[in-house]
């Protein structure tokens, strides 16, 4: 069985809000994943459950076929890019990716070595003596992906990665990260409410609303099998559709747009 991540009727009751309503998913070992939805429809919540930073009020959660559900998560081991970075202010961008390494006590040259890779596929070799106040958004966010990369674990969590930055740096960035993604064979569950990014970086979408998965797909099959979904159609086809007549518009050539 090839699951890395199994999710068997998760629910999340907050009080009398029912946050999470019967969630059931898996996510296979090297795939790209991106949880979708409108705001307040429980991505992050989802999300939560499996870093292990919510205990859901029902269901299992499995990792490799193991009940991780009671498992904190330092025991989980899995690395987390947050939208806000999260960078620590006063360390330099080297001791910031190597502090995951330094906790674990591993040896100096090897926490080198490691960090010196994770820096350089990132692009950031140049800059390790610098403060995270001397870089750019996309440095950071490039930085706290590193710190994420050097520790090896095989799921990476990404809660809006991108949303904090401006769009030429968002479109390089995702690319960076699916590149990323390929190279290493890490599998990566991103939260997002954007539709193209989601389109573009994922193998399968699991689409959200008001607490319920209503969809798990492709974008392929998402896009395509639409119709006969009110929500779905509104959500993904109507925005998609929106989008490309706008690319279309911009492109002031004519290109048949109605
Ligand atoms: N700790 C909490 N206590 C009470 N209610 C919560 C808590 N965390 C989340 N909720 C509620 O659960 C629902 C889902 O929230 P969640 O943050 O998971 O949504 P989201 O899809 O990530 O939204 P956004 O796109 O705005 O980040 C919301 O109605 C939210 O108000
Ligand atoms: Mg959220």
């Known amino acids: 069985m090839s699951d890395l991540i199994r999710l068997e009727g998760i629910n999340k009751y907050f009080g009398p809000q029912h946050a999470l309503k019967d969630i059931t998913c ?47 998560p330092d025991k989980r081991g899995f690395s987390i890019v947050f939208q806000d970075y999260a960078l620590f202010p006063h360390m330099t961008l080297y001791d910031n990716v190597a502090y995951g390494l330094k906790l674990k006590k591993m040896p100096a040259p090897e926490i080198r070595e490691r960090v010196m890779n994770s820096l350089n596929t990132l692009k950031l070799g140049k800059s390790i003596d610098k403060y995270p106040s001397q870089l750019s958004g996309g440095m950071q966010q490039r930085a706290a992906i590193a710190r ?35 190279q290493f064979g890490i599998t990566m569950v991103m939260v997002t409410h954007d539709q193209e990014e989601a389109f573009m970086l994922s193998d399968r979408v699991f689409l959200m609303r008001q607490g319920a998965m209503v969809a798990d797909a492709t974008p392929r099959d998402l896009y395509r099998n639409a119709s006969g979904d009110p929500f779905i159609h509104t959500f993904i086809v109507d925005q998609i559709d929106k989008r490309a007549k706008y690319i279309l518009a911009l492109n002031g050539t004519g290109g048949g747009v109605s």
């Open 148 to 182: 994420s990369l050097v520790l090896g674990s095989d799921l990476m969590l990404l809660d809006e990665p991108f949303s904090a930055l401006d769009a030429m740096v968002k479109v390089d960035l995702s690319g960076e990260l699916k590149e990323l993604q390929r």
């Open 26 to 72: 898996r996510v296979e070992k090297g795939e790209f994943v991106s949880i979708l939805g409108p705001s307040g429809c429980g991505k992050t919540t989802l999300l939560r459950v499996l870093m292990g930073l919510e205990a859901p009020s029902s269901g299992k959660v499995y990792h490799r076929g193991e009940d991780i559900t009671r498992q904190p």
